[in-house]
Nanobody, 124 residues
């Protein structure tokens, strides 16, 4: 399995923005889908967004109100999650993961390879 590296997290005030990156060094996301999930303290992991590499088809969680955008850069083999107008409830560890069949699924059990996560903290 390829190593996934999620980065770009940090501390931001409410209303601010962050862009997360997910990269698989030395490998390609070709024919895969990449999903972003998040897990906050004491809560279950939840779906955020996903993109299929060959499409690209995207899906988003209903709760995001259009604040999040997912995109891919084929040349850099990187998937981005742009987050705008962040809220304190967006605070969580954000993980990226790959789905080998290329489906931008919302279900975490469809994803077989997970990165280490990046912490996003939104202060009020």
């Amino acid at each position: 399995q390829e190593q996934l590296i999620a980065s770009g997290g940090g501390l931001v005030q409410a209303g601010g923005s962050l862009r997360l990156s997910c990269v698989a060094p030395g490998r390609t996301f070709r024919n895969s889908a990449v999903g972003w999930f998040r897990q906050s303290l004491g809560k279950e992991r939840e779906f955020v967004a996903a993109i299929s590499w060959s499409g690209p088809a995207t899906t988003f969680a209903d709760s995001e109100d259009g604040r999040f955008t997912i995109s891919s850069d084929n040349g850099k083999n990187t998937v981005y999650l742009q987050m705008l107008r962040l809220k304190p409830e967006d605070t969580a560890v954000y993980f990226c993961a790959t789905e080998a069949g290329g489906r931008a699924s919302r279900a975490d059990h469809d994803y077989t390879n997970w990165g280490q996560g990046t912490q996003v903290t939104v202060s009020s």
